[in-house]
């Protein structure tokens, strides 16, 4: 019989350690020769990116330690592997370049020099270039302010050398994709201020017969339409998601003539192109095509002009951008409500649904009782649109609260802010909900999964349109009785940190927020300021005004500006090697508050970047997260760590 308790209180078989080890899912994924390929962060390694092969009944590793199979192109980093041949070509995260792992011995060689410039070099988007080569992007720093950056397409020599450079079409590029036949290589190209949700050019050379590249033309795209993925299709013709209509959806697109909609439908089968290299459609043959609509499996038919969703894909409701074409199936990367990412195999002539490798930590679980099934839900919004959201409630078999009792929730903003929230398991998430603490994921205006009208409600509006989206959900929730409204607090990381700050310095709903890797002072974190990235260095032209004309705007918005207005007490948390939410905003924050009386606390953590993958870091930021929540909102957190909170 359960035991009477008070929310916040329960003693749960979830441990951070369940969750740590549970931290970073499978990516990178493809299919070479028949096997299917991944890249597997393993965070008992220090965060390192290993690449696993599955044959037969077996997984392998096919890049032991210490290689590292990541980069830092725009900092999200891009496709970091590629094998050709006999060798696996993958970039190595501790100096950026590019080396061969000869498959038959073993052996690793760079085929990348040594950066000759003292701001690095960095590579990504491996693809098959003509016989011997690589091609890719390359970033190189060109001045000691991190936006200092330039970018081209370079051919490597799988044997070593100097690259060889093929054009450099705009700021920002996708590796060429090289036709069938040779003839014509194409790529994706941007500029500042866009971001490549916001505008993107589809653009095609002929490749000479010595490998150059000749002059490049626009195929598709422009100042007002994205394009996120291309393939080739034939010797002429093009496959790519591009969205003039408000929706991501499936094209074909010849080298004379003009775009042809393979399927019209008001759903997103592409996303927002963070990294580089990512892959939300794979052609099938026979006019048939494997998309993602708004992170579900489904079928283009061209000839019927549908998407219909995989049924015996139902229970996954999110798959990453990194689908192959697998047999007589679908190769990919999904989690559902019930199951944490992992790699699995559709065979779309049977409908067998097979798991190539196990979930990470859900599977060590005592019984699935003690996970939350999020809850889909709309709610509505000030200004009556619709707010998507997916409610975690607390949920463990041993407990129940006391009659009449609410329960705390959390409040879980994500990032981007052009991201969203997927409805699937997520051990983070159970780490409280098993505690008797809930939380709701909100996809606020501007996510991503709702077509371009839905995410371009947060343009210059970054601040107020996603503070309040949050409240109304917060006070939905509180409304219904499913939450309790003196206990709840906002959480979110790099652009959903910078919500939970604004939210807690510019309305009283909630009680306490937790504010990792954030943005704080927005002027500072644009190009002008110096203190981001150059990826995301104009971001802010969209998400809040051009400068100077919208310069009261970005003082009036930033979150450091307005330490004192505090709703309560805050915990921060922040990699020391953040170069895209850098450690210089936490500090001031953190600087302005002391002596103020507000209670809050500060975490720093050494070697971690944006986002944490260390092992040892996500566990004491997880227990100091949850022994902040038991002294801010009043509940006792047994047999977890008490962190300090400073006045």
Not at 129 to 156: F, K
Not at 198 to 221: I, N, Y
Not at 404 to 429: A, I, K, M, Q, S
Request: contains cysteine.
């Amino acid at each position: 019989m359960p035991r009477i308790a008070p929310y916040g209180t329960w003693s749960s078989p979830i441990t951070a350690e369940d969750v740590a080890a549970a931290g970073g899912s499978p990516q990178w994924l493809d299919v070479v020769d028949g096997d299917v390929w991944w890249a597997q962060p393993r965070p008992d390694e220090g965060g390192r990116i290993a690449l696993l092969r599955a044959r037969a009944d077996t997984v392998e590793e096919m890049l032991p330690a210490p290689w590292n199979a990541r980069n830092r192109v725009h900092e999200y980093g891009g496709r970091p592997w590629l094998v050709t041949g006999d060798a696996l070509v993958f970039t190595h995260w501790d100096d950026q370049r590019v080396y061969r792992r000869d498959l038959g011995s073993g052996t690793v060689e760079p085929i990348t020099p040594e950066p000759a410039t003292p701001h690095g070099v960095r590579y990504a988007d491996l693809r098959p270039g003509r016989t011997g080569e690589v091609w890719a992007v390359r970033e190189a720093g060109t001045g000691p302010r991190r936006a200092d950056v330039t970018r081209d397409l370079v051919s490597l020599s799988s044997t070593g050398g100097e690259p060889r450079v093929l054009a450099a079409s705009n700021h920002f590029l996708t590796a060429p994709q090289l036709s069938p036949g040779g003839r014509h290589a194409a790529w994706l190209g941007w500029d500042h201020p866009a971001m490549p949700w916001d505008g993107t050019s589809l653009c095609v050379a002929e490749v000479a017969p010595d490998g150059t590249f000749g002059p490049h033309r626009v195929l598709a795209g422009g100042p007002d339409v994205a394009v996120c993925q291309l393939e080739w299709e034939s010797a002429d013709t093009l496959l790519a998601l591009l969205d003039p209509d408000g929706w991501w959806n499936l094209h074909r697109i010849p080298l004379e003539g003009e775009p042809t909609n393979l399927a019209p439908v008001e759903a997103e089968l592409g996303g927002a192109l963070w990294r580089i290299g990512s892959r939300w459609f794979t052609p099938l043959g026979g006019g048939r095509h494997a998309v993602l609509d708004s992170g579900r499996l489904a079928v283009l038919d061209e000839h019927s002009r549908t998407v219909r969703e995989v049924p015996a894909a139902v229970e996954l409701t999110a798959w990453s951008a990194a689908l192959a074409a697998h047999g007589t199936g679908v190769a990919g990367i999904a989690a559902g409500p019930r199951q944490e990412a992992s790699v699995v195999h559709v065979d779309l002539a049977t409908g067998a649904l097979t798991e190539l490798t196990p979930a990470t930590g859900a599977d060590r679980l005592p019984r699935p009782a003690y996970l939350p099934v999020p809850e889909e839900r709309v709610f509505t919004a000030a200004d009556g649109a619709p707010i998507p959201a997916y409610v975690y409630p607390p949920a463990n078999p041993d407990h129940s609260a006391p009659d009449g009792e609410r329960p705390p929730f959390l409040v879980h903003v994500h990032g981007g802010p052009t991201g969203r929230n997927h409805p699937v398991l997520d051990l983070d998430f159970a780490y409280f909900t098993s505690r008797g603490i809930g939380v709701v994921a909100v996809n606020y205006g501007g996510s991503t999964g709702y077509g371009r009208r839905f995410r371009e409600r947060l343009r210059g509006q970054w601040g107020v349109v996603d503070v309040r989206d949050c409240v109304a959900v917060a006070e939905a929730l509180v409304a219904e009785g499913v939450a309790d409204g003196d206990r709840l607090a906002v959480r979110g990381g790099s652009a959903g940190g910078f919500t939970s700050a604004a939210s807690m310095t510019t309305v009283r709903t909630y009680r306490a927020g937790t504010v990792k890797f954030p943005i704080l002072d927005l002027h500072a974190w644009t190009a002008d300021g110096g203190e981001t990235h150059d990826f995301e260095s104009h971001y802010l032209d969209g998400l809040v005004g051009p400068l100077p004309e919208a310069a009261r705007r970005y003082r009036d918005r930033s979150p450091l500006h307005h330490a004192a207005d505090l709703a309560g007490p805050v915990l921060f948390l922040q990699g020391l090697e953040d170069e895209i939410c850098p450690p210089e905003q936490a500090d001031r924050f953190v600087d302005a508050l002391k002596g103020s009386g507000v209670p809050h606390a500060y975490l720093t953590f050494p070697g971690e970047q944006h986002g944490f993958r260390k092992a040892e870091t996500i566990v004491a930021a997880l227990t100091a997260e949850l022994s902040f929540y038991g002294q801010v909102l009043g509940f006792d957190t047994p047999g977890v760590p008490r962190i300090e909170l400073r006045r």
